[in-house]
């Protein structure tokens, strides 16, 4: 079972979202997740939640006060694929279906409509699903 490390306070909503979410995180794939940390931006911010998976790709779990996220699984040196839901107002796919929601389904270039909950712990229980389910397939 992989523990977490946590190398900071919690001292602003945005490290409480992001423990947050490695405790959903950690509870839910503790069978596929070998080890994790929280990313910080050039500023020193919390930036995501980065999870490392047994079979060498990993995810990273970001969400704001303000409602932008991104449940990104990276399986680029495994497969070459990603999964991205996220909600980045990308005028290119302005077209697909509940914009600017979408979902990249193994690509970049690859977007369909996203079918994510709108409620944060719920999207993450529904992406951890999704990458538990590939990775069992397998």
């Known amino acids: 079972r992989a523990e977490i490390e946590y190398d900071v306070d919690i001292v602003d909503e945005d490290i409480q979202a992001i423990q947050k979410s490695s405790w959903y ?12 940390s929280i990313l910080f931006s050039q500023s020193g911010e919390p ?3 980065r999870l490392f998976l047994y079979d060498g790709s990993f995810l990273d779990i970001y969400y704001s006060i303000t409602g932008k ?24 796919w302005k077209s ?10 193994g690509s970049d270039v690859v977007v369909v409509p996203s079918q994510i909950p709108d409620d944060p ?10 990458a538990i389910r590939c990775l069992t397939a397998e």
Not at 69 to 89: C, E, F, T
Not at 96 to 105: L, M, N, T, V, Y
């Open 25 to 36: 995180c950690e509870y839910w794939i503790r069978s596929v997740v070998e080890s994790g």
């Open 47 to 49: 930036w995501k939640l």
């Open 69 to 92: 996220y991104s449940y990104h699984w990276d399986r680029r040196l495994v497969d070459g694929k990603i999964y991205r839901h996220d909600n980045a107002p990308h005028q290119k």
């Open 96 to 105: 697909i279906s509940g914009f600017p929601k979408h979902f990249h389904d």
């Open 121 to 130: 712990e719920m999207a993450i229980r529904d992406f951890l699903q999704f």
